[in-house]
């Protein structure tokens, strides 16, 4: 079985089939990472560049250690530091890092579209670790990934994303994957933080949190992007936390237990409160944990690799 892609650049382009392949060889990589000796040789001959154009602490971690628990050469750059400040254009860049025989690379950039654009001037296989507010495949991958290992499966499961919709790549790269998976998805927000027409996507759309909370099963809450919102689209971080952030009271006020989950980096105490994101109710680690198994089976597969070793 292999992938029907070349490259992962967003989970629109994955067919369902491609997901559940990447989910169950993410399956024989957690069993390796849960043995004494977390690593298999199966890409000894495989070098990856790491190229973050933007900053990151899980993804670029998690790819890192998926790398290297696969045996993979393994080269980071970022572009503080690099001679992008002296004008270098992202090709120049890619193809001088590819002239030094890398196989694949990973890439992070704020510009929604550039593993796309990268992906039509090389050969070399690309991973997109995140593009400006378009996506963010692997994570996508690994949160429908930590739902079916909670509740068994994802088909039919009612999963509500909240709050900044409109700047996240993560709802986006989700969006896809859950209804590709077969669940129901909700965004939940401000008005102002959610995509005018985003049902047209397949979701449904709720501006009270408690109602979306009281609806789902899970709810994967999402950062607060101050640093991609230019205007202020809404008054204070203070009323946001008090009108959409999720916290134990509210919590509590439902009838039943729902499971949390979030992205990450938190705002704690604004779109998400420590008793909560600390609880049993939360799987946030269960999510880091799973990303490198899951970055392990998508690098693998487009390898072209046949076996687990
Ligand atoms: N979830 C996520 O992309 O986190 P980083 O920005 O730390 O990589």
């Known amino acids: 079985m292999t992938l029907s892609v070349k490259h992962l650049l967003g989970i629109k382009e994955l067919q369902k089939e491609d997901i559940e392949l990447i989910f169950q060889t993410a399956d024989s990589f957690k069993d390796v990472l849960n043995r004494p000796i977390k690593k298999v040789p199966a890409l000894r001959d495989t070098t990856v560049a790491n190229i973050f154009f933007e900053n990151s602490t899980r993804t670029r971690i998690s790819f890192e250690l998926a790398e290297k628990r696969l045996s993979a050469d393994v080269v980071n750059f970022s572009a503080s530091g690099s001679s992008v400040s002296k004008g270098e254009t992202l090709i120049d860049t890619v193809h001088n890092i590819l002239a030094m025989k890398v196989d694949m690379v990973v890439m992070r950039h704020s510009a929604s579209g550039a593993p796309w654009f990268l992906s039509n001037h090389t050969d070399a296989s690309i991973i997109n670790a995140g ?64 995509p005018k027409h985003i049902q047209e996507l397949g979701v449904k759309v709720e501006y009270n949190v408690k ?86 089976a998508v690098i693998y597969l487009l390898s072209g690799k046949r076996e687990v070793e």
């Open 211 to 296: 109602k979306a909370l009281q609806w789902c099963e899970v709810a994967n809450v999402l950062r607060i992007q101050l640093e991609r919102q230019h205007k202020p689209l809404f008054s204070t971080l203070r009323e946001y936390a008090l009108y959409y952030g999720v916290n134990r009271q509210m919590l509590d006020s439902l009838e039943k237990e729902i499971v949390i989950m979030h992205p990450g980096p938190i705002n704690r105490g604004v779109e998400l409160n420590s008793d909560v994101a600390d609880s049993k109710q939360s799987i946030i680690l269960d999510q880091v944990e799973n990303g490198v198994a899951i970055r392990m």
């Open 131 to 194: 593009d400006g507010i378009n996506e963010h495949p692997t994570q996508a991958l690994l949160d429908a990934y930590s739902i079916r290992e909670r509740l068994e499966d994802v088909k039919g499961k009612r999963v509500v994303l909240v709050g900044d919709i409109m700047h996240s790549r993560v709802a986006l790269s989700n969006i896809f994957c859950l209804n590709k998976l077969g669940a129901e998805v909700m965004v939940a927000g401000p008005p102002t933080l959610i």
